[in-house]
């Protein structure tokens, strides 16, 4: 659960933002969405893995986008908080 939920999109941001094309380009220009959990925010029970993972990622988001903030970075980091979703992932 980690490796998907937290370190997959560590890695793929740390890529993103190691590209000369970002590290060159006027503040702003770039925009990094994601899409997180509101199990970064509340837990429940029988879902202690995902809502670690998912509170790992919201503080890796909050001081990423700190960084990016106060370095005058290039991109906007803006991360999404859905609700519950009946998925399917429960199932079986």
Same mark, same amino acid.
């Given at each position: 659960?980690?490796?998907?939920?937290?370190?997959?999109?560590?890695?793929?941001?740390?890529?993103f933002?190691?590209?000369?094309?970002?590290?060159?380009? &006027?503040?702003?220009?770039?925009?990094?969405?994601?899409?997180?959990?509101? &199990?970064?925010?509340?837990?429940?029970?029988?879902n202690?893995?995902?809502? &670690?993972?998912?509170?790992? @990622?919201?503080?890796?988001?909050?001081?990423?986008?700190?960084?990016?903030?106060? &370095?005058?970075?290039?991109?906007?980091?803006?991360?999404?908080?859905?609700? @519950?979703?009946?998925?399917?992932?429960?199932?079986?």
């Amino acid at each position: 659960t980690m490796d998907i939920n937290l370190h997959s999109y560590v890695h793929l941001s740390m890529l993103f933002l190691k590209q000369k094309e970002v590290k060159d380009s &006027a503040r702003g220009r770039f925009h990094l969405a994601s899409v997180c959990s509101i &199990a970064g925010h509340m837990s429940c029970s029988r879902n202690t893995d995902y809502s &670690a993972s998912k509170f790992a @990622y919201l503080g890796f988001a909050d001081a990423l986008r700190q960084e990016l903030n106060a &370095a005058s970075s290039p991109v906007v980091l803006t991360t999404f908080y859905p609700y @519950y979703i009946k998925t399917g992932l429960f199932e079986g």
